[in-house]
C-alpha cells in the first residue's frame, strides 16, 4: 500500500480542514450577529434542500474513482481516457437535473421554512444564488474525480480549501458592510468560479497528456460502470433522505429558528467528524489500489480492516465524549447563551454522529472493494424507514424525536447490513462475530455518554468548566480505548509496532 501518498494527502487535508473550520466558526457567528439566527436556519435549509437535490449525481465521483482504480494500476490510458469521456458528458446531464430541480423546488420553500416571515429575506432570490454556486462546481467535477483516482487528493484538497478560505474571507467584509443575505451568497459564486479556474490549470498542465486521443468504452466497462452508477445512486439517495431531510423536516415542522440553533451543535459536531474522517477519506483510493493488488490475499485486507475500526472506534470515542462534555460551554463562546437547546437534545446528536462515525471503516473498504453494488438498496430501505420515524416521532419529541429516527435506523438497517456485505462479499466469512463486538463496543460508549453526564461539573467559569469537563471526557475515552486494545488483535498489533519504532 502506498503509506507514504496517503499520509500526505490526509496530513494536507487535516491543515486545509482545520483552517476552513475555524473560518467557518467565524462566518456563522458574523452572519448571526450581522443579519440573525433565522438567516442561520434558512441557508442550513437551503444547504439541505441543495443535498437532496444532488441525489442527481447519482454517485458517479464514487463511481468514478473505483472504475479508475484498475486502469490506472495497469496504465490503460485508453480505457482512463474512455471513461473520463464518459463522465464529463453525464455531469453535464446532472447539473441540468439539479437545475430544474431546482426551480421545481422553489414554489415550496415558504412551506418548508416555518416562521421565515419573520425576516427579511427573499427565499426565491437567495435560494438561487447557492443553487448556481452549487452548479458551478460541477463544470470541473469530472477532473477533480480523475485527479483524486490518481491519489493527488491533496492538489484538489489544496484547490476546494484555498477557494474556501477566499469565500470565508469575502464573506466576513461583505457582512460588515452590508449586513447582506445576498451578498453573503453571492461570494459562494465567487469561490465556486475562482475553484474552477484553479483545476482548469493544473488539469492542462498536469493531466491532459494522460488522456491522449478520445476513445470509447467496451460494452463489458459500460456495464460495470453503470452497475457501480446504479449502486451508488441507490447510497446517494439513502443518504439524502437520512441526513438532509432531518433539517428540512426541523424546519417544516418545528420551524427555521429552532433549525438554527439546532444546525450550530451539528456545525461543532461534524467540524470535529470532518477532521476525523480525513483519516479514512484519503485513503479510498491508496486503499483500491492496495485491493487490487492483492485481491486474493483477503486475509491481509482483513487485518487492516480491523486496525481501520480499531482506529475508527479509538478516534470517535475521544471525540464524542469530550464534544458532549463541553458543548453547551463552546456553543455559548461561539455563538451566544441564548442559543442553547437541551442537554437531551446535544446527548442524543452525541450518540447519533459516534454511531454514524464509526461506520467509516466498514464504509471506506466497501468503497475501495466495490462491494457497495451488493447493498445498494439498503440506503431505499433506511431513508424511508427514516423518513417516517422522523414524521411521526417529531410531533412527540420534537428535535430528540427526529434524531432518534437517524439512530435507529443507523443501528438496525446500517450496522448489520454493511458489515455484512463486506465479510460476505470481500472477507468471505461470516459476520457475526464482528456484529457481536461492534454492538458491545457501541453499548460501551453509551455507557461512557451516561458516564460523563452525570461526571461533568458546574464551576462558574466557563472556560476552567471547559478545561475540566474535557479532561473529564477523555479519561472516560481512555478506558474504551484500553478495551479496544484488549478485543481486537490486529489494532493492538500495528501499536505494538509503532511503539518500538519509537
Sequence with gaps: ???????????????????????????????????????????????????????????????????????????????????????????????????????????????????????????????????????????????????????????????????????????????????????????????SLLQWLATEYVFRHDYKNLLGASSKLDEETKKGVVKSIKAMFMHKFGSVLVNALDSMIISAFIGIAILGKYSNYVLVCTAGVVILSLVFTPLTAVIGHFCVEEHENTEEIQRYYHF????????????????????????????????LLGKSVSFVITLNYFIQFIRQSTLLFRDATGSFYNDRWKPLFEGLSNLVLSIVLVSVLGVVGVILATILTNLFICHIVEPFVLHKNVFKISVKSFCIKNYAYILLFTLGLIAVHFSTVSIGNIWLEILVNGVIGVLYATLLIAVVLLTNKDFKMRVKQFLRRK
Design 1 to 191: 500500500m502506498d503509506k507514504r501518498k496517503g499520509i500526505f494527502n490526509i496530513s494536507v487535508s487535516i491543515v486545509f480542514k482545520i483552517l476552513i473550520l475555524i473560518g467557518g466558526f467565524l462566518v456563522r457567528r458574523f452572519l448571526i450577529d450581522f443579519v440573525g439566527n433565522e438567516a442561520n436556519g434558512i441557508h442550513s435549509l437551503y444547504n439541505s434542500i441543495i443535498g437532496f437535490l444532488s441525489v442527481a449525481e447519482l454517485g458517479v465521483g464514487s463511481a468514478i474513482t473505483f472504475c479508475m482504480y484498475a486502469p490506472i494500476v495497469e496504465n490503460d490510458r485508453q480505457k482512463v481516457n474512455a471513461l473520463f469521456n464518459l463522465f464529463k458528458k453525464l455531469y453535464v446531464i446532472i447539473g441540468a437535473v439539479i437545475l430544474i430541480g431546482g426551480f421545481v423546488i422553489m414554489p415550496f420553500l415558504p412551506m418548508l421554512a416555518k416562521g421565515y416571515e419573520e425576516t427579511n429575506v427573499n427565499l426565491y432570490l437567495t435560494f438561487f444564488l447557492l443553487l448556481i454556486s452549487i452548479l458551478i462546481t460541477y463544470a470541473f467535477a469530472a477532473k477533480t474525480s480523475l485527479i483524486n483516482a490518481y491519489k493527488n487528493n491533496y492538489i484538489t484538497t489544496t484547490i476546494s480549501s484555498v477557494g474556501r478560505l477566499i469565500e470565508y474571507g469575502l464573506q466576513i467584509v461583505v457582512l460588515i458592510l452590508t449586513k447582506s443575505f445576498v451578498y453573503y451568497l453571492i461570494c459562494c459564486i465567487v469561490s
Design 308 to 339: 481501520f475500526y480499531g482506529v475508527n472506534y479509538v478516534l470517535g470515542a475521544i471525540f464524542f465524549l469530550g464534544y458532549y462534555a463541553v458543548i453547551d460551554n463552546v456553543i455559548a463562546i461561539c455563538f451566544g447563551g441564548d442559543l
